[in-house]
């Protein structure tokens, strides 16, 4: 066949959703990957880790073949197993009638919640993320996946004050003369917009950082504020604090698009700069500074990323910061306002793709329960102990998502997965660390074998992502898998039946108008395939020659129709109305002190999460960080620590053993280390061995960013990392 180039996009969990020009060769072999130079946001280039993409492609690690566990082969790593050894190679047939009659078996046995799906954003795909998956395990009547592991606390959060989850458009930000990146690492994990910062800096606008970690961002700031963990509320509330004793807020704006804005200048006076400089870690008149630089900057702009969430304060932390825009009048101007997340703008047809109505038809008759992915540990483990928690978890079928690796409380998560009595299904690109306790493990296949739709959470296009290869061996996507799985379980509705095409469709809503969102007026698989792949969202105001501004003026998606400072809605829950800061329950201010640093368990910069982690030429870019603890030379000092000593880092949970890198990345206090995959590390676990189940105020959202831990230097005997408590 003639060489051709094919538009596709990257699928990875990553606010850019860029789209990729692969050009393929007469042999149907993908020969260069590229960013798409007519993307508005991608403009040409793609970030260092899908750069590299066609090594994961073509990797000859790839999983190309349906799996099954040996008999006798214990669950569990396999660092001195080889996979061939454990598993053995089966037909897809022979797969899929093994799934079907297991879960048939274990739905018989213990009730059809006994079966819990695993997934989350292994690709933000449309289809792939969530459509004939959730169809699947609606009808089977298995448990309900809460999937807050994320970015549910923020969504949640900025919700309660917008009503809907958008944010200042990323090509805007060119036009701002104060940028705030608050735990935003945008080198590492939102790489496009950088060219729009930089453009905004020559014309003299200011980047501001707020993390406690000097991030690549960071060092490229202007001014890097590190404050200590899981102070960001407070620093919000003492920034309020100041613009509104100085009388730096739009009282226009406020009057008119706002409520409670009585009952937040109350709460925020107790937050005086002298208060907050004690809780955060910075100077009283560094916080004055920086409530005035970004009240009289206009226009001022805010990326907050969901690191901010991670915390047990977390979701007050989101809102408080979100509230400051508001409080400045920040979104009238073009390139002001706050980006956490524009995902809210993609209104897809949910409902017809995922039909949550199938658990009416399920053999419960009712919705299934609901369990929270950020407790899969004790999911695992305790789940069913009490009656009204409802039957064990018989059978975990994993896929998106790698939760050895990446689900808190490492070491009863692998305590849950190793039960000899779950049965667990593995879809899967790798032998990932989860793959490893699979029974079944089945070939999934990369964003460049198979067709979706996407939107994105850091901009307003739709774009097609047209299968650009054959799948390797036998992978297969995550819509043909659920798809054949419901007709081996004799499922009758016909939308088990429905192609790539179908859904879609149904997702653009194209065939019915009256429901299609108004945003998506006009976008078609046609029209979009015209376009090139790409198409902007159908904004009234663009339409009419202005510049779509999300929250320039109201009414706006809330019970009230104003931005809420202060909610009724979360009063009614028995939540605080109002933000406010609380002291972590892991944190060395409130700790017995047998673990006196806190612990920043952070993404690599050329990893998302675990994904390119077993990856050689992402390796070599990582090079260097693996297996390091990152300390303060005064918190090494003080425990006879050198850089390069070996350390064991624990806490209660276990130790994982690293190598201590001194130097002025973190604040005294802190110590932070990098995820990757369990069996690549020394010991064979990860960061998360230290992170805990608890979780935080809004959402259900897990707590990786209030750990507490204390360092010492090892010997040669202890230096391996172990799950239980020290």
């Known amino acids: 066949m003639p060489a051709k180039t094919v538009h596709a996009v990257c699928s990875h969990d990553c606010p850019d959703s860029c789209g990729v020009l692969v050009t393929i060769d007469e042999t149907g072999r993908a020969t260069r990957m590229r960013g798409d130079p007519s ?98 395990f609606h009808r089977l009547g298995a448990s309900q996946l809460d999937r807050t592991i994320c970015a549910q606390t923020g969504g949640e959060a900025l919700k309660s004050v917008y009503g809907r989850k958008l944010g200042t458009d990323t090509e805007a930000f060119r036009h701002a003369r104060l940028i705030i990146a608050w735990a935003a690492n945008i080198h590492g994990n939102n790489i496009h917009l950088w060219p729009f910062i930089e453009e905004a800096r020559r014309n003299g606008a200011k980047l501001i950082v707020i993390d406690p970690f000097a991030t690549r961002t960071a060092r490229a700031a202007d001014w890097h504020i590190a404050i200590n963990p899981g102070t960001d509320s407070a620093l919000a509330l003492g920034l309020m604090h100041v613009l509104i004793r100085s009388r730096l807020y739009d009282g226009e704006y406020v009057e008119q698009w706002t409520q409670g804005f009585g009952k937040l200048r109350e709460r925020v006076a107790a937050y005086t700069p002298e208060y907050v400089a004690s809780l955060t870690g910075m100077l009283p008149e560094d916080i004055e500074r920086l409530a005035r630089e970004y009240g009289t900057t206009k226009p001022a702009v805010i990326r907050v990323n969901y690191g901010v969430q991670r915390s047990d304060n977390g979701g007050a932390a989101v809102r408080a910061i979100a509230m400051l825009p508001a409080l400045t009048g920040a979104w009238k101007h073009l390139g002001g306002g706050l980006q956490l997340s524009t995902s809210g703008a993609f209104g897809w047809d949910s409902e017809v793709l995922e039909r949550p109505d199938l658990m009416l038809a399920s053999p419960l008759g009712r919705p299934a329960r609901v369990v929270n992915m950020a407790v899969l540990g004790n999911a695992l483990t305790e789940l069913g102990s009490k009656a009204e928690d409802g039957p064990r978890v018989h059978a975990l079928f994993v896929y998106n998502s790698n939760p050895a690796a990446i689900a808190p409380d490492q070491g009863t998560v692998l305590r849950g997965l190793a039960r000899q009595d779950l049965f667990t299904v593995v879809h899967e690109q790798f032998f990932t660390d989860t793959a490893d306790y699979a029974d079944i493990v089945l070939p999934a296949t990369t964003f460049l074998e198979h067709k979706d739709v996407q939107g994105a959470y850091g901009h307003y296009y739709v774009q097609l992502s047209e299968q650009a290869i054959e799948p390797p061996g036998q992978a297969r996507s995550n819509v043909w898998l659920f798809s054949q799985l419901g007709q081996r379980m004799g499922f009758p509705e016909p939308c088990f039946r429905d192609t790539v095409d179908d859904m879609i469709a149904q997702a653009l809503r194209v065939d019915d108008a009256d429901r299609q969102d108004p945003w998506l007026a006009g976008i078609t698989p046609e029209s979009l395939h015209a376009a090139g792949g790409a198409q902007r969202l159908q904004f009234a105001a663009e339409r009419h020659g202005e510049k779509f501004l999300p929250f320039a003026e109201g009414p706006f998606p809330t019970p009230s129709g104003r931005i809420e400072f202060y909610s009724e809605a979360l009063a009614a829950q028995g939540m605080d109305p109002l933000p406010a800061f609380h002291a972590a329950a892991e944190s060395r201010h409130t700790g017995s002190g047998a673990y006196p640093l806190e612990f920043l368990p952070r993404k690599a910069d050329n990893y998302t999460n675990s994904t390119f982690a077993n990856i050689p030429a992402h390796q070599e870019l990582e090079s260097g960080h693996g297996d390091v603890l990152e300390m303060h030379p005064d918190d090494a000092r003080v425990r006879g620590i050198a850089d390069g000593d070996a350390v064991d880092v624990f806490n209660a949970r276990g130790s994982l053993a690293l190598r201590a890198h001194v130097n002025g990345s973190v604040r005294r206090g802190v110590v932070a280390a990098r995820l990757g995959w369990n069996k690549l590390s020394a010991g064979g676990h990860n960061v998360n061995l230290l992170t805990s189940q608890r979780l935080n105020d809004l959402g259900g959202g897990p707590t990786f960013y209030s750990v507490v831990v204390e360092v010492r230097k090892s010997t040669a005997s202890s230096h391996e990392s172990s799950g239980g408590a020290v």
């Open 39 to 136: 993307h508005p946001v991608t403009r040409g280039f793609l970030c260092g880790k899908v750069a590299k993409y066609l090594d994961r492609v073509y990797s000859p690690d790839r999983l190309l073949y349906p799996m099954r566990r040996r008999a006798g082969v214990p669950k569990g790593s396999l660092p001195h197993r080889g996979e061939a050894e454990a598993f053995e190679r089966i037909s897809w047939d022979e797969a899929l009638d093994t799934i079907a009659t297991r879960l048939a078996a274990v739905a018989a046995a213990h009730g059809p919640e006994s079966i819990l799906p695993y997934s989350y954003a292994g690709t933000m795909g449309v289809l792939g993320y969530g459509s004939m998956d959730r169809r699947f």
